[in-house]
T-cell receptor
Framework: EAGVAQSPRYKIIEKRQSVAFWCNPI?????LYWYQQILGQGPKLLIQ????????DSQLPKDRFSAERLKGVDSTLKIQPAKLEDSAVYLC???????????FGSGTRLTVV | GQSLEQPSEVTAVEGAIVQINCTYQ??????LSWYQQHDGGAPTFLSY????GLEETGRFSSFLSRSDSYGYLLLQELQMKDSASYFC???????????FGSGTRLLVRP
């Protein structure tokens, strides 16, 4: 079974620029999550999708972050404009349904300078 | 607010046993999960406890006491490859979204 694919692996941008991350979950997994992990901390949920609908985006800074899940499969997370404090690893995870035991991708490490 | 407390660092010797504790204060509780993360890697799922008691999976065991809002991860026969960060995470409701602790960095010495 292929894992959760994320790209790019690394990204360096200047503050106020925009950036987008892509996630391809495990085939058939209905639930998809985006987490933000700042260095030295645990992951923090940004948004949860069930198929192509949003279940929870209460922690997503909607003035600058947006996310979508096309046709209930791939997902993109966008930041516009980026701030220095957005420097983190952005992790995508998926599960067959709303259940425990996610599979995480390797993440995108974003550095904002 | 929600909070999970776990030690920031633990050091142990190869072949030994180590226990990583986690206490939580959350407004809801479905279960407690444990994830392992090597530097630069993805978190990987280790275990999930919804009911009180001990769950064993190979060298790893996880315990939960709902009345004490407490759980632990027990790692036996430590190997060098077990050096990693370990996160406890609470599932608060049926959405199964996770609230993570800040992680415990385990260093296994020869």
């Amino acid at each position: 079974e292929a894992g959760v694919a994320q790209s790019p692996r690394y990204k360096i941008i200047e503050k106020r620029q925009s950036v987008a991350f892509w996630c391809n979950p495990i085939s058939g997994h209905a639930t998809l999550y985006w987490y933000q992990q700042i260095l030295g901390q645990g992951p923090k949920l940004l948004i949860q999708f069930q198929n192509n609908g949003v279940v929870d985006d209460s922690q997503l800074p909607k003035d600058r972050f947006s996310a979508e899940r096309l046709k209930g499969v791939d997902s993109t997370l966008k930041i516009q404009p980026a701030k220095l404090e957005d420097s983190a690893v952005y992790l995508c995870a998926s599960s067959p349904s709303q259940n425990y035991g996610y599979t995480f991708g390797s993440g995108t490490r974003l550095t904002v300078v | 607010g929600q909070s999970l407390e776990q030690p920031s660092e633990v050091t142990a010797v190869e072949g030994a046993i180590v226990q990583i504790n986690c206490t939580y204060q959350t407004s809801g509780f479905y279960g407690l999960s444990w994830y392992q993360q090597h530097d630069g890697g993805a978190p990987t799922f280790l275990s999930y406890n919804a009911l009180d008691g001990l769950e064993e999976t190979g060298r790893f065991s996880s315990f939960l006491s709902r009345s004490d809002s407490y759980g632990y991860l027990l790692l036996q026969e430590l190997q060098m490859k077990d050096s990693a960060s370990y996160f406890c995470a609470v599932t608060m409701d049926s959405s199964y979204k996770l609230i993570f602790g800040s992680g415990t960095r385990l260093l296994v010495r020869p």
